[in-house]
């Protein structure tokens, strides 16, 4: 039976207390992690959010009702404990922060007691997730979990701090939204007051930030909660928040300047790491053709050779053909695996396939037992053909060589994936390492061949480079972006770009992008009107919070630092939904659902 908390105060929290505090009468409350009756001695272990501390009941100390009462203790009883504090003596134990001392128990509280467990409150479990989803409160009482949600909060405090000090207005801004394309799926939200129309959870504050530049709050931030209907991954969710900033009269020296100090900051504040600043600084460009990717791991070498010239003139078919076709060939020299077994590169040929490449052509230096080449290839290049592409690849004995042929798109995709799983297959990545990295100019659009047209890399109120606007109508993808990511271990954790100010470029950026006049007034007007009236130039970034606090924590999923996260498919296995409403509800709302075929 549950008993009432009445004149009792909890002195501190359990892991609070230490050896200083021997010989004090406190008052502990917590969850009981274990219970142990040995007879004559009941030992608990009380934990709360901040660790555990063992409580000890001797019948000739708490007598007799309380010690019957410590008997009928288990798992996930919430309890109050009053008693001495006394050392452990020779039976500390030091796994635990106040293994040197225990609490000598003289009255026991049961605040409320705990039904059967679906599963064990344990630090490392093997329970199914969607179980552990299910009963996400029991999980969350977990010692990791507790320590993610606690580092969460203390980045979103450092955050917060850094802002207001450097002239940061914190406002938030509606949830309730016009919806507009150019980005994931929405959220919609139906009215009851005009029927048939909706509203959208927003993706992002984009407009609205850009709003309040125009408003005259010059520097913006907003923790901002936003909804993107798109399919789950481990650092994806439906619903995220994004450390969200804008800055008027800022270029992107201001923004990388600001947000340098915020990375400081923010790494010093919750991890005591020292980020080195200026933080390097790669276009897009060199990122894409040295690493295949916008994001690359700078946390280990092989980079990406391109040897097109040579290798599209060798007698090789496979690459002469690539060339010709205006392809590239391109590889990664791997030091000193050229010993490497054929099944594991055929592993790595499977990686390509699986990145839309048609295979991997080898070469291992000198790696036969002759101490010739071995290669998929070299027989059908001259001797002055194979030592001319080995030299372009300033390869050493005993390397290894693996090269793409294709298109351009394709080989990055290919080999920046390669890439990646040699670090993780030859153990090349530093997992202590915090490699921070500046992507700039992004190409500000790029083409669909799902759709035909144009659509904008990051999104359609990105200034293009001042230099690049010439080419706008003769060549728009030669356009270049003044838009920045920034990227840690391999990962982008926030991106951002200068804002277009001039109503004329905003409207003709809409242009390229395939809207009339009419549909950008539509899903625009309101921006395009506003920018009438003294826009003053505006830049801004925005992180995945989520994703920072995952990286932090050192977890495998974004999920493990959210409170309720939703499963893969969009779920929430706690609460039941998506769920279906009242029909009442429904007819409220001029809504009827059809069945789709």
């Not at 695996?337 to 990686?351: C, N, Q, S, W, Y």
């Amino acid at each position: 039976m549950a008993e009432s908390m009445q004149g009792l105060k909890r002195t501190a929290r359990c892991a609070e207390f230490t050896v200083n505090d021997i010989g004090r009468t406190v008052t502990v409350m917590g969850w009981v992690q274990k219970s142990r009756n040995k007879g004559g001695l009941v030992f608990t272990d009380i934990r709360d959010r901040s660790g555990i501390i063992q409580a000890v009941f001797e019948e000739d100390i708490c007598g007799s009702a309380v010690f019957a009462k410590a008997g009928t203790l288990h798992s996930e009883y919430c309890i109050a404990v009053t008693g001495e504090i006394r050392s452990r003596g020779t039976d500390a134990n030091s796994n635990i922060a106040t293994g040197a001392i225990e609490v000598e128990a003289k009255d026991l509280r049961i605040l409320s007691e705990s039904a059967v467990l679906p599963f064990q409150i344990e630090d490392e479990t093997n329970t199914r997730e969607e179980l552990r989803l299910k009963y996400r409160y029991l999980d969350l009482r977990r010692a990791p979990l507790q320590r993610n949600i606690a580092l969460r909060s203390k980045l979103a405090i450092s955050v917060r701090n850094y802002m207001d000090e450097n002239g940061f207005l914190e406002i938030e801004t509606p949830t309730f939204i016009k919806s507009t394309p150019e980005g994931a799926r929405d959220y919609l939200v139906p009215s009851r007051v005009h029927q048939g129309e909706f509203y959208a959870l927003p993706q992002s504050p984009q407009l609205l930030k850009q709003l309040l530049m125009v408003s005259g709050f010059d520097r913006y931030f907003q923790l901002a909660r936003c909804y993107r209907d798109e399919d789950l991954r481990a650092d994806r969710q439906p619903e995220f928040t994004q450390i969200d900033m804008e800055l008027s009269f800022a270029d992107v020296d201001t923004v990388i300047e600001v947000n340098e100090g915020l990375i400081k900051r923010m790494f010093k504040d919750v991890l005591n790491v020292d980020v080195e600043i200026p933080i390097q600084r790669m276009t897009w460009q060199t990122a894409m053709d040295v690493y295949g990717s916008d994001k690359p791991d700078l946390r280990f070498g092989l980079p990406i050779r391109d040897v097109s010239e040579i290798a599209g003139s060798s007698g090789f078919s496979v690459f002469k053909n690539a060339v010709e076709a205006g392809g590239v060939v391109r590889g990664i020299r791997v030091p000193g695996e050229g010993h490497m077994p054929r099944k594991k590169i055929d592993a790595l040929t499977d990686v390509a396939k699986l990145f839309g490449g048609k295979g991997l052509a080898y070469l291992c230096v000198n790696a036969a037992e002759d101490g010739s080449h071995k290669s998929s290839f070299t027989k059908f290049m001259t001797p002055e053909e194979t030592d001319a592409l080995i030299k372009a690849m300033d390869a050493e004995k005993g390397d290894l060589l693996v090269f793409a042929a294709d298109k351009l798109n394709i080989v990055r995709n290919v080999l920046g994936n390669v890439r990646l799983e040699l670090g993780k297959q030859l153990d090349l990545i530093d997992k202590t390492a915090w490699k921070f990295l500046w992507v700039t100019e992004f190409p500000l659009l790029e083409w669909s061949e799902e759709e035909q047209r144009f659509t904008a890399m990051h999104h359609p109120f990105t200034m293009p480079m001042d230099e690049d606007w010439q080419y706008i109508d003769s060549d728009p993808g030669r356009v270049r972006a003044k838009a920045y990511d920034i990227v840690l271990n391999g990962t982008e954790i926030g991106g951002g770009s200068v804002r277009i100010h001039q109503a004329d470029i905003q409207e003709k950026m809409l242009s390229v992008l395939g809207f009339t006049p009419e549909q950008a007034n539509k899903q625009f007007g309101f921006l395009l009107e506003a920018f009438k009236y003294g826009v003053p130039p505006h830049a801004g970034l925005a992180y995945g919070l989520d994703r920072v606090a995952m990286w932090m924590a050192g977890a495998e999923s974004i999920r493990d630092v959210m409170a309720f996260p939703k499963l893969k498919d969009a779920s929430d296995a706690m609460m039941g939904a998506p769920s279906e409403v009242d029909p009442k509800q429904l007819d409220e709302l001029g809504i009827a659902v059809v069945e789709k075929e």
